[in-house]
């Protein structure tokens, strides 16, 4: 593009032009203006996304997620069990460990479940009441499913609204029974008391349950999940899914100093049960792996363009002072101060800074739909992400610009004259 604007020039305009002496052809500068703005603009479109993923990040991180992640150790562990004989005997294995665990030193509570929150396996579909509310044929009730112990909920934390846990005498034998969430509760019973009411699913069996509690809700994918009707059974009475589970322990410790003992204690009941181990906390901050790496990719693009765009301001603001050093030295020599000129080169900064956060505010609006999907508790065009963007850029203009404007405020006014 230079070289074609020099094959361009006019030998009259270009006799005329003296830039030694500060005179240059009309809009000689423009095109590096408007470079520099762009760098601006497309700067402040990324870091506007990178700001808006960094508060997703943030809004994620500070989610109630329902239940309780300090303080607990999670062990993935997986029985062998291939029948309905063999899953009972796992079941009653893991009621033993459950007891087991209690009791070590360092663990406060412990029980299992399947289908843990932000866990690799779980259950889902549909479901159907007796005396709730009337169904719809095209849109069916629908909730996540989890097998758990007694005492699941007191080690989660998650709270027991009303009616009761699950007990030692729900066992395969007796009624078959279950515990909702509220979101359940709502969905599916509306403002009627759902304790007593019949619920089943297609899990395992075409029983009907009887409904004997209601949870608080959980968010059971991720953070970036609303809470959303869960309906929990008792290990006992679904041992086909009791099997493959994750035990929890609350502990009073930092959790992976007891994974020794734990592993201990779990090899002395069964050696053959696979297991592996994490922690409560590990496994909700993996949930959210995809959206930190969002914003960690995003704000990489950022910098680099906060970068370029610093050395466009710098590279721009020192050829206009080089051009100018004739035009100020002339000025100092006639009285103007220094501060004056200094004001004079990051004003010019400023004003090419301003054009491109207008040009890039604008496109950043036109574009937000495509990030909207990634947000969670944060508008794309949340006006905290957008003050903080323009703050930053016009710092970063300012700082660029302050090296040149200082070098314009040391020309010396005889120096300059002298070239004449």
Known sequence: ???????????????????????????????????????????????????????????????????????????????????????????????????????????ERAAGVMGLPTGNYGSNGYYET???????????AWSHFSVASPGYFKTMGIPLKRGRDFRSEDTHESGMVAVISESLARQSFGNADPLGKQIRCGLDSDKWMTVVGVVGDVRQESPAERPGATLYMPMTQHPFYANQIHLVLRTAVKPLVLINAVDERIAR???????????MDAMVDK??????????????????????????????????????????????????????????????????????????????????????????????TDPVSLVLVSALLLMTALGAALGPGRSATRVSPMAALRTE
């Open 1 to 107: 593009l230079p070289a074609m604007r020099a094959a361009k020039v006019d030998p009259a305009e270009a006799l005329k032009s003296d830039p030694s002496r500060g005179i240059t052809p009309h809009g000689a500068g423009l095109l590096r203006d408007g470079l520099v703005a762009a760098e601006v603009a497309a700067t402040f479109v990324l870091a506007a996304g990178a700001c808006l993923l960094l508060r997703t990040i943030m809004t994620l991180q500070a989610t109630d997620m329902g239940y309780e992640t300090r303080q607990m150790l999670v062990v993935d562990a997986d029985a062998p069990a291939t029948k309905e004989l063999t899953s009972l005997r796992a079941v009653g294995m893991f009621n033993q460990l459950f007891a087991d665990l209690g009791q070590l030193p360092g663990v």
């Open 130 to 140: 007796r005396g709730g509310l009337p169904l719809d044929a095209d849109h069916p």
């Open 269 to 279: 009941v069964d050696p053959l049960i696979a297991r592996r181990y994490t922690t």
């Open 287 to 380: 949930s959210v792996a995809t959206e930190r790496f969002r914003a960690a990719l995003i704000s990489s693009f950022a910098g680099m363009g906060l970068l370029l765009a610093m050395l466009g301001v710098y590279g721009t603001m020192a050829y206009s002072v080089a051009q100018r050093r004739f035009e100020f030295g002339v000025r100092m020599a006639f009285g103007a101060e220094r501060g004056t000129i200094l004001r004079s080169v990051l004003g010019h900064a400023l004003k090419v800074a301003c054009v491109g956060i207008v040009f890039g505010a604008a496109l950043g609006v036109v574009l937000a739909h495509l990030v909207q999907s990634m947000l969670v508790g944060v508008r794309p």
